[in-house]
């Protein structure tokens, strides 16, 4: 028989999942400017260490990436997006720890788990 | 040694988690009625889909409850919450298929992984 | 004496730009394809037209911008933003009627009143 | 002969709009306590106040209904909405000072248009 059933280590990783989601879908497209970018970023952290399990959020905005990005356009700030961002969640799960992150890879922003301790033997 | 790189069937559980942190995340909000939640239902479901790694995402509004909340309010819509919704995602990830669903418990929208086939033994 | 007391026109230019607002900040990082585009159209036209003094939203998804940007990028979908879109918004305020539109100028995606009938004289 | 096009003042107004709209749909959602609303509210301010003819911005948190419904509900978290909020925004257009305000009237987040200056005779 097999056990379909999740793991608790499964479900810390869902737990990491559903942060990133929220993260970027909530905070995607809002208006950014080097200026701003550290009270979006302090804003994002606190949000999300709101959510269960998540014992850490660290927001790091790409200010130089940024700074082009206004650079090429015609206004003084533009929309938040995933290249301008790079993101660690940590999450703590009935004594599992997941890390996540995200970071550009190949040009596109990439969510993905570092590492699944405490799994249950 | 302890291996910490997660599994395949970990790391499909953390794409379903987001898919459920983006559908929830970004369409939480939007202006919804009796008349336009198939609407927003279709375009949460394709939209998700569009994903990676996204097999199918089943939204449906909760009509009952929607038009309960607009009774109570003082306007002929409100806004999208998770109480009005009830979601299942399934998700393919290199042979690992997760089912996750968000539905209300004890008042609260609850997300949760359903069933996770297909470890590698 | 100057009175600083909002027209109706005034009031239903306000109500024209809430509903943009709304619009954009809503579904702007929406996860979009072609084969998705016009359910997120239809939801939103059907979003907004809930709120209050909102007569019709028409969304058109430039849909050889999408095709060309997804062509562009590495992944078959792209993030919903205003250089994919045109709307019109028409409201009706206290028997004033205001056009507004939204579409590209100069390459970026630029919010704007068309017409105000219906000022009182 | 009618003239329909828009005055400065009625452009103002549309500004004004569009920035509350932005505001509410771009944050609304978010999870909060009462540890993070500053940091919410901050960011809120600064995101909005980078957008054209902007002014100023500013965001209160009504911090007794926050906690109030947190008391209620299972979590030590909740979702932004408009309840929450009390909101400010100036806009300066063209010679044009609008001031609008979003505040709860009858059980309702009411945006609303407070003054409008400067417009020409």
Redesign the interface.
Known sequence: M?D????D???A?????????????????????P??AD??A???????????HCRAVEVDVREDELAAAIAD?????T?L?GRFLEVEIVIDYEGCEVV?RMEME???PL???E???GRSS
């Open positions: 097999t379909t059933a999740p793991t280590a499964e479900a990783c869902f737990e990491a999942g559903i942060k990133f989601g929220s993260l970027y879908h909530q905070f995607a497209g809002t208006p950014v400017s200026d701003s009270s979006v302090t804003a994002m952290e606190e949000a999300i260490e709101n959510q269960p356009g015609g206004a003084d700030y929309e997006t996540a190949d040009g596109y969510m993905r788990l590492s699944v301790e």
